[in-house]
């Protein structure tokens, strides 16, 4: 006896979300879809012999009874949505129909599932036996998330994750895309739309990267997936990452699991965010840092993340350097150089009062001399400055109209094993608080009063600083990200926000929190 399980609808009455989300279909490029609640048939012992298409491809997934999947009809982990539950051992799914074409530039595929071991298995493969070329998402025998691409010549573009997500339910996606010249780069994210690993291949002139044989759920002896598959997305380009985030909120919503780190969105409500440098956004020469790229390309331009148009020009040559930091670039200041930029069209403030940075970034092995990350300076006397000195202290240096003493603020702890650090440096004249804080650790604090003094500048710096047109204590080493805030004092519940934001995105081990995630809010009717 066959079951076909058209679909399955569950509304309630009394709630209805307050925005609308995205479905998948509404996205240009979707080639494959399916989901374990529409278009399952499964036979009398309850497994899934076929799992319909729900794109307009009318392609589908099957298999003999024998190694079908089992088919669950409420889980508690997906919202007691249904699942297809894989054993690990002689269980998967075959595509009949090609899910992806050659000759396309990209492709992005998605998977809302959750591993129950750690196992060298895909997700979804697309390859004939153990040649090539092939597409597969998967994880490694670690259970490291991995999104891995090879063409005919055996180039191969392997995004491997540092972090292994067994036993948590979320989306698995790879994004797949070709640059400008012949460098092809994909990206493996789990549930939030900062990737955990960037790779990227020269394909050359061998551009066919799929082949006739597919599957959901393993590629065969010895490799099954052991776990749930509740949903797999395709679409035949490279998603952005607001559509790849449109179809997180789709799971997320659809399946209330929980959300990694909400990057980003951690930001929006922050007040005062003047400049914002990311080496993974910046646009270099004429390209943009998600094209593929060589440690030789010189980043000219470090444009500002935000809207307010402070982009950083370069002097000299630093360079953007890829898969630096969690498999994300960051921009080079070579040792014994002179790379550092200036702010272009216009400084963040002539005369702030309040000032807070936050940089990661990673030294030179061995520099001892006091490196600048950002500067504000007046040549003769207001300055304001966040640098690094004797390999392990983060230092403020301010100083006001008056002149007088340079006022410092010495944290220690940095890195020098050549991992990267998370430093905030807090200049506040409003409140008398300036205060320096390494990867999250206590904040070293200075009170010190600057009373009406005023802190005009005329030059602003990133890696250096500058006294009457000359420039010195260049920086030497890696800058990923620098955020600016200005005309605000963030409290303890915003640095931490910011600071966890850095910490998710890099991978890196800090002493930041996960903030309380925002309730969901309803509309009663």
Same mark, same amino acid.
């Given at each position: ?81 249904? %699942? ?84 948590? *339910? ?44 597919? *599957? ?70 004429? &390209? ?193 990200? &620098?955020?600016? *805030? ?23 081990? %800090? ?11 309803? &509309?009663?009717?």
């Amino acid at each position: 006896m066959k079951r076909l399980i058209l679909g399955v609808l569950t509304v309630s009455s009394a709630a209805l979300t307050a925005s609308a989300v995205t479905q998948p279909d509404a996205i240009n490029g979707l080639v494959f879809w399916v989901k374990a609640d529409a278009g399952v048939t499964t036979n009398a012992s309850g497994n899934v012999i076929e799992w319909a298409d729900q794109s307009a491809q009318g392609n589908r997934a099957t298999n003999t009874a024998a190694s079908a999947p089992l088919y669950v009809a409420s889980e508690p982990g997906l919202n007691n949505r249904p %699942t297809l539950r894989f054993n690990g051992s002689s269980q998967r799914m075959l595509v009949a129909n090609r899910m992806l074409t050659n000759g396309i530039e990209g492709c992005t595929l998605i998977a809302m599932a959750k591993a129950d071991r750690n196992d060298d298995v895909s997700i979804v493969g697309i390859r004939t036996g153990g040649g090539t070329p092939f597409v597969q998402l998967d994880q490694d025998s670690s259970g490291r998330l991995r999104f891995i691409v090879k063409n005919t010549a055996d180039a191969t573009a392997n995004a491997l994750s540092a972090q292994a997500h067994t036993g948590t *339910y979320g989306m698995y996606a790879g994004r797949l895309f070709k640059g400008g010249d012949t460098f092809w780069t994909n990206r493996v994210y789990f549930s939030k739309t900062v990737p955990e690993a960037v790779a990227s291949a020269n394909f050359g002139a061998s551009t066919d990267l799929t082949s006739g044989t597919q *599957y959901i759920g393993g590629l065969g002896t010895p490799s099954y997936w052991q776990g749930d598959i509740a949903e797999v997305i395709i679409y035949e380009r490279a998603l952005t990452e607001a559509e790849l985030g449109a179809v997180e909120e789709y799971l997320a919503s659809r399946y209330k699991v929980v959300r990694s780190a909400q990057t980003a969105e951690l930001l929006e409500d922050i007040p005062g965010l003047k400049l914002w440098l990311r080496a993974d956004a910046c646009a270099y020469e004429d &390209l943009f840092a998600n094209d593929a790229a060589e440690h030789v390309d010189v980043a000219r331009l470090w444009s500002d993340a935000t809207t307010n148009d402070h982009d950083a020009v370069a002097i000299t040559t630093p360079t953007l350097v890829t898969n630096m930091v969690n498999g994300l670039p960051a921009i080079g200041f070579s040792m014994n150089e002179f790379d550092r930029y200036y702010l272009r069209d216009s400084p963040i403030s002539t005369n702030p009062r309040q000032l807070v940075a936050f940089a990661v970034f990673r030294q030179w092995p061995g520099d001892l001399i006091q490196n600048m990350l950002f500067t504000h300076r007046y040549w003769n006397t207001p300055l304001i400055q966040a640098s690094f000195k004797d390999a392990t202290n983060a230092i403020l240096q301010l100083r006001g109209s008056a002149g007088g003493t340079v006022q410092s603020v010495t944290a220690p702890g940095l890195l020098t094993n050549g991992a990267f650090n998370v430093v905030m440096y807090q200049f506040d004249a409003v409140n008398d608080r300036h205060a320096v804080a390494v990867n999250g650790a206590a904040e070293v604090v200075n009170t010190y009063d600057f009373g009406t003094q005023d802190f005009i500048a005329d030059t602003q710096r990133i890696g250096c600083y500058d006294i009457a047109g000359a420039d010195g204590l260049f920086l030497h080493g890696f800058l990923a990200e &620098l955020l600016v *805030y200005e005309g605000v004092a963030l409290n303890k519940k915003e640095k931490n926000a910011i600071g966890y934001y850095l910490e998710s995105k890099y991978a890196l081990d %800090t002493g930041y929190t996960e903030p309380p995630r925002p309730a969901t809010v309803f &509309l009663l009717k």
